[in-house]
């Protein structure tokens, strides 16, 4: 291996292990029952991302995000439809896709605490709590890191606001996202990100600043 | 409620059912590539739309098969829903797994090749077992051209039926089962099938009217949404119930003759433009043709008022015949079109239009569509003269795999695949070949064909006509052509007998009256060009003339009274040949005489020229012009 190669070294049984674990997920639970690992914290299985992640880097957060939960399969089917969500969180799902759909605000609630969408952004801020005041509306605060605020005060705002939104909009069937940050308990972001604005857009070419713009945000 | 379940089980299903109790080999034929709606309470949910592998899976072990076990040729034998199965297969009949499969060639007959592998599993006893051959059409190249090894692994599994053992199993005795999945039946040698006592065939056909309304129901509707529309939505629908029926009752009928496949892709693409229940129904023009706002809805009613003003200024003397289409046209813009039948995804409408020649026909079929479509190039014309041979279908429908001229697809499908919102004119289809007819039946019943390449092509957006010279001429007992109608007849008689002699024609002379059911009452009879039709015609051809040259020359012509009476008497005098006729002497005895003299005397622009006669008898003709000095000069 050349120094500098990103590639990290595996061994085999670890890679064997790995593989088991895709091939698992692959046929949808109906591998023989083996008794499942507790769910993890982090909400690797609740939301599978369209490609294996890097490490999320905050010039590129908003590139990547979850992928959406699929709430009418979810209630319309017991086992999991997309071949990529693990048997007992689709069951979760499923046991929850009533009353997700009908909007109960108790069910996001849960839903948000499970699945734990914005698990990979702590590292980014201080704090981030999230909460679902109404059935088309979720919202998030998140308080900011001095350090990363001082690289790049707008990019770093407007890079977490946009991911928060991506994330929220795919756990839950919502409208819109309001996003907050707060420095020093003062107010420095806001804005509220539609679906509507989001949609079939590609954000590997989006400005996440101008964006953030376009949904009225407010940099203190 | 018993009643109401068993309806909703599809006819193979129930046959399955019957005869996997009794008959050893079951073959599957047709739709076996497609996902099925299982019909039944059991280890997946009802109504869930799962692939064929998982559902006959799903049937057998709920129904006290200890093993059901899957075999390609590619891969060996499997169990991808329960691998414990596999483990126990290959205990049962001596083999080995590697890799999650038994790996067995289907060819020969050692120990160790699918067919005796099989063979094991069906004369045991110790546990009921199903073995499922996935895309047998594929284990050899052709069934007239087996070797013998492949002849013997056929026969090796037809001695496995004929004395599959019976087992004890906790829900009865249960038969050792083999079950193969075939695209075409006889992608198998037949003496496998034929005359073979225990086997059975069961055809798999695309979902009916009630299994595609199931498809509509409980949360398998809301499947077809994203969760935000849908929780969006639907306490609107809650409230309308009867609104949300009519949205499926017309998805259910839009989408006739879909597979379950196709039905779950458009399912998908609902959900991922984010679709509203209200415009569930654009998804199926989104699906077929890739646009999701169609040209017919957007079809101004204002414009169709004054439509029939609009083509008298292009048809003269055809008042029924005009109306007599745009009823056809009107009906289509409101909906109306196949609200007598099940199927919504026919044509929008069928015309046969007939009549002598010259009569306007073509010129109606392409100023319908500049109507519909904004321009006449929308009207695409098929001359079916060039169709005469018996092998035409395939130039129009595209040869099948392996012949010449594959890649290139059919004329028609590739024309409308290209433009689905258009008017086909086949003109003079009395000429086409009798096969045509046979694939013109299935575009005017099911509005959809399939062509060489097997992309389905949809006819649901266009207007169909046929033009046909029928019911002009007859012939008499000693097969002379003698003229049928003649101009002296009124319209109605010259209808009559026009009608009368189509009848005649697909009735008695081609013996096809299906096709005669399929055109209904949309038979319009063009009516001969008479001698008030023919002085608008003449008329409208010389003004055209006129202002062309002004627009494009600055040449301003004025003709006398007298010699445009002259003009009128020369040009209607024959009208046998209809507007054409008149089109002709118009070019003779105005355009061709006026140019020579526009030539002789150097005049290429900017002139006032009076024609004051025209002297037709002379050959070739010629006019009397004199130049006008412009005004000013």
């Known amino acids: 291996m050349t120094e500098g190669n990103n590639y990290t070294s595996m061994d085999q049984n670890e890679f064997m292990k790995r593989m088991k674990a895709i091939a698992s997920d692959l046929w949808g639970g109906l591998a023989p029952a083996e008794a499942e690992p507790p769910m993890p914290a982090a909400k690797k299985e609740s939301a599978p991302a369209a490609q294996e992640k890097q490490k999320p880097d905050i010039q590129s957060i908003w590139k990547t995000a979850d992928e959406t939960i699929d709430w009418t399969d979810a209630l319309a089917h017991g086992t999991p439809t997309d071949g990529l969500t693990g048997p007992r969180m689709w069951a979760f799902y499923h046991k929850h896709a009533q009353k997700v759909l009908e909007g109960d605000l108790a069910a996001y609630t849960e839903v948000l605490q499970k699945a734990n969408p914005l698990g990979e952004l702590t590292e980014y801020a201080e704090n981030i709590t999230m909460r679902a005041p109404s059935p088309d509306r979720l919202e998030s605060r998140f308080i900011c890191k001095k350090e990363q605020l001082e690289k790049n005060r707008k990019l770093y705002l407007a890079a977490m606001g946009l991911r928060i939104a991506r994330d929220l909009l795919a756990c839950l069937p919502v409208e819109e996202v309001a996003v907050t940050g707060e420095d020093g308990g003062e107010e420095v972001f806001a804005a509220t990100y539609t679906r509507q604005q989001l949609l079939h857009r590609n954000f590997v070419f989006t400005d996440p600043v101008e964006l953030a713009k376009e949904c009225g945000a407010a940099f203190n | ?633």
């Open chain 2, 1 to 633: 409620m018993n009643e109401k379940t068993e309806e909703l089980i599809p006819r193979w299903h129930r046959e399955l059912e019957l005869f996997s109790g009794i008959k050893p080999l079951l073959i599957l034929e047709g739709n076996v590539l497609d996902q099925y709606r299982y019909p039944l309470h059991g280890s997946v949910a009802q109504d869930e739309i799962i692939p064929l592998s998982r559902y006959l899976q799903t049937y057998f072990s709920d129904n006290g098969y200890d093993q059901v076990i899957f075999y390609s040729n590619l891969v060996g034998f499997m169990s991808p829903y329960d691998p414990s199965m596999l483990e126990r297969f290959a205990a049962m009949t001596g083999t080995e797994i590697k890799d999650g499969a038994i790996q067995a060639e289907f060819k020969g007959n050692g120990a160790g090749t699918a067919p005796n592998v099989i063979r094991r599993a069906m004369f045991q006893r110790k546990a009921a077992a199903v073995t499922v051959m996935e895309m047998a059409s594929h284990y050899i190249t052709t069934p007239e051209r087996m070797d013998q090894q492949d002849v013997n692994s056929f026969n090796i599994l037809m001695q496995s039926s004929l004395s599959a053992s019976w087992v004890r199993t906790t829900q009865g005795k249960k038969q050792n089962l083999l079950i193969l999945l075939v695209n075409k039946l006889n992608d198998l040698p037949a003496w496998f099938y034929l005359n073979n006592p225990v086997c059975k065939i069961l055809r798999l056909e695309a979902p009916d009217r009630e299994e595609r309304k199931r498809m509509m129901t409980g949360n398998n509707f809301a499947a077809f949404f994203s969760g935000t529309v849908y929780r969006r939505d639907l306490p609107y629908y809650t409230e309308h119930p009867d609104e949300l029926e009519r949205i499926k009752e017309r998805f259910v009928g839009l989408t006739e003759g879909m597979t379950f496949t196709e039905l779950d892709e458009m399912r998908l693409l609902c959900k991922k433009e984010e679709i509203p229940i209200r415009d569930l129904c654009t998804v199926v023009d989104l699906y077929k043709y890739g646009i999701k706002e169609n040209p017919w809805s957007r079809l101004n009613m204002q414009s169709l008022k004054t439509a029939k003003q609009d083509f008298e200024k292009r048809i003269k003397g055809q008042d029924t015949a005009l109306e007599r289409t745009l009823d056809v046209v009107k009906r289509a813009v409101t909906g109306m079109n196949g609200v007598n039948s099940s199927s919504t995804g026919k044509p929008k409408g069928v015309l046969f239009f007939a009549g002598p020649t010259g009569t306007g026909k073509t010129e109606t079929a392409k100023a319908l569509a500049e109507k519909l479509f904004g321009d006449e190039s929308n009207c695409i014309r098929f001359d079916m003269s060039e169709y005469g041979q018996s092998h035409s279908d395939q130039k129009l429908m595209g040869a099948p795999p392996g012949y010449v001229g594959y890649e290139a697809g059919g004329q028609l499908t590739n024309a409308v695949k290209k433009n689905p919102f258009c008017i086909l004119l086949f003109d003079e289809i009395e000429k086409a070949h009798s096969t045509i007819l046979d694939k013109f039946l299935q575009i005017l019943e099911d509005g959809r064909m399939t062509d060489g390449q097997g992309n389905t092509v949809y006819f649901s957006e266009t207007i169909i006509i046929f033009t046909s010279n029928l019911g002009i001429y007859v012939k008499d007992a000693f097969g002379n052509r003698e003229p049928n109608v003649t101009m002296d007849m009124p319209y109605p008689e010259v209808q009559t007998r026009v009608r009368s002699a189509i009848e005649d024609y697909f009735k008695l002379e081609l013996g096809r009256p299906e096709i005669l059911n399929r055109i209904g009452e949309n038979i319009v009879v063009f009516d001969y060009i008479r001698r008030e039709a023919a002085e608008l015609i003449l008329k409208s051809q010389v003004d055209k003339i006129i202002s062309r040259l002004r627009e494009q020359k600055n040449i301003r012509i004025r003709i006398e009274d007298f010699a445009y009476s002259s003009l009128q008497e020369a040009a209607v005098f024959d009208l046998s040949n209809g507007g054409r006729g008149i089109g002709n002497q118009v070019e003779s005895l105005l355009i061709n005489p006026l140019s020579r003299w526009l030539f002789d005397n150097e005049i290429s622009e900017n002139a006032n020229i009076v024609i004051e006669g025209f002297n037709t008898a002379a050959n070739p003709p010629s006019v009397i012009c004199r130049r006008e000095e412009e005004a000013g000069k």
